[in-house]
């Protein structure tokens, strides 16, 4: 059962970034349209209304929100896993706020380096997120535990990347 769930989170993440590189162009650029007042770019998504991870991937590709999608399976994984029920509400909240504060820090860059660069003194800065490469569990990959610990592997920083950027 862990296996099978692993492979599908795997399968999943893939599906999910491939979707979210796609999306993050046209995204961006409705985020800095409206930064005079900042908006979540994804903010009417029919995405962000679904409740298990079926809803979601039932959905057009551009109707999907990648953090409640990726949330979702976490919490479905966790509670087979670990036990645990998290409040996919309360991390997606936290993602927004992320998202706004990067939104304004970044103003009118366009350049994707320098971008990526404030978003990696906004987490490793100044929320003293750390990136873990010793001893990776498959917990590490849950957006929820990159939030929760503020620290992740290579792919659990990716997804939350990803999440702010979308």
Do not use: H
């Not at 404030?118 to 990959?141: A, G, H, P």
């Amino acid at each position: 059962m862990r296996n099978r769930v692993f492979w599908s989170w795997i399968l999943f993440m893939i599906i999910a970034s491939v979707i979210a590189v796609c999306a993050t162009n046209l995204q961006a650029k409705e985020v800095k349209a409206q930064f005079g007042s900042p908006q979540l770019a994804n903010r009417n998504l029919p995405g962000l209304a679904v409740r298990t991870v079926e809803e979601a991937l039932a959905l057009s590709d551009d109707q999907i929100d990648l953090t409640t999608a990726i949330l979702l399976l976490s919490q479905e994984t966790y509670r087979d896993l670990y036990l645990i029920n998290i409040d996919v509400n309360q991390y997606r909240d936290r993602i927004d706020e992320m998202a706004m504060d990067v939104a304004k820090k970044i103003e009118k860059e366009k350049d994707p380096e320098e971008i990526i660069k404030v978003i990696n003194r906004y987490l490793f800065q100044e929320l003293n997120f750390t990136s873990i490469s010793e001893e990776i569990e498959s917990k590490d990959f849950f957006l929820n535990f990159v939030l929760s610990e503020k620290k992740g592997n290579c792919l659990g920083l990716s997804i939350l990347y990803l999440a702010i950027a979308e």
